[in-house]
């Protein structure tokens, strides 16, 4: 159970394992068959979660891949079209879901940092009339994971909204990492929930939950996406046990993600990265040869994943105590040449 001795390993929040707590959580949760609506712990996480973000109902799925796809069928039908920036999630690392699984027509705006730039996308929206196709929903990270943990400044997500409104399309939030956009902007949980018509959030990042997502909105998209789930193969029996990893880790690591924040201000300024592009717990370096650094910082114990040729990716997490922040910092400090 304990992490291999001496490795920090900084490659993403998703290699967390849970804590004895979080397992002991999971033994004592009380289960049903959740396809009968049955599990009390699930509907218990989808209740909370749902009511954190002030929306109506959450569907519990076991990735943030299916939170998404569920979500975004629920806003754009086939044959029209989701726009959204050329680095999200939903369109670089999903393996072409929407247009596979949901016959939608995808158009990307691109972006520095991940940021959204609200005229550049609103002017991209299309009305459907003659030959057009419809835009029908924006999908907007929040925090941007390629962008390097980027927040979205509040006042441009309701600057979108408002417009979006204004032109009858739908917005929905890929929040993998909210809560690290949560704890770094002080910004309400359901501040944003307010925002979106749908939400993906996921407890397996930063949180440290072994599995698991909740997509959130109006009972009515959730009752669908709950039959999509189903189709997708995605309905779970006594999945119970996963639901209370959920719920301790709502409990117990949503501050705590302060920590992770600080300890990646720490890794910036050892690798010299600029503080000022370091909103959350990701952290971007720019080197000469990402894979030789990932190589050599791999034989000190500290493994980092180069994201590029020219670019390396830290994330810092549950598992990445300030002493071994200290330590992959003076690694760091060693093989990443000043300017
Ligand atoms: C990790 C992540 C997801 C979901 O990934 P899964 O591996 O499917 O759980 C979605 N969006 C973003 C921004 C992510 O970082």
């Not at 910082?297 to 500290?302: I, T």
């Amino acid at each position: 159970m304990a992490e291999t001795p001496g490795v920090v390993d900084l490659r993403s929040d998703t290699v967390t394992k849970p804590t004895a707590g979080m397992r002991r959580a999971m033994a004592e949760a009380d289960v049903g068959d959740d396809v009968y609506g049955e599990d009390p712990t699930i509907n218990a996480l989808e209740d909370e979660v749902a009511a954190l973000f002030g929306h109506e109902a959450a569907l519990f799925v076991p990735s943030g891949t299916m939170g998404n796809q569920v979500a975004l069928r629920t806003l754009v039908a086939p044959g029209s079209e989701l726009i959204c920036d050329a680095d999200a999630h939903v369109v670089t690392y999903e393996y072409g879901a929407a247009a596979a699984h949901g016959g939608i027509s995808t158009r990307t705006w691109p972006t520095q940092r991940g940021l959204l730039d609200v005229d550049a996308v609103t002017s991209m929206v299309r009305t459907g009339r003659w030959h057009d196709v419809a835009t029908r929903a924006i999908a907007v990270e929040n925090t941007h994971n390629r962008g390097g943990g980027t927040v979205q400044p509040l006042d441009r997500l309701r600057l979108l909204r408002a417009r979006a409104t204004e032109l009858g399309v739908s917005v929905h939030c890929d929040g993998a990492r909210i809560w690290n956009a949560h704890i770094a902007s002080g910004v309400p949980l359901a501040q944003y929930g307010g925002l979106f018509d749908t939400l993906s959030v996921c407890l397996s990042k930063g949180l440290g939950a072994p599995v698991g997502s909740l997509m959130v909105s109006t009972e009515a998209r959730v009752a669908e996406a709950r039959m999509m789930r189903k189709r997708l193969g995605g309905g779970m029996r006594q999945a119970g046990v996963l639901a209370a990893a959920g719920r301790y880790a709502l409990e117990h690591h949503v501050r705590r993600l302060a920590d992770d924040h600080e300890h990646a201000r720490l890794l910036a300024d050892a690798a010299g990265a600029d503080p000022a592009t370091v909103d959350t717990n990701i952290v971007l370096v720019d080197v000469d040869d990402a894979p030789a650094v990932a190589d050599k910082a791999k034989g000190e114990g500290v493994l980092i994943s180069p994201v590029g040729p020219r670019q390396l990716r830290l994330v810092t997490h549950l598992g990445v105590d300030r002493p071994a922040a200290d330590r992959a910092a003076e690694v760091l400090a060693r093989l990443v040449p000043a300017d």
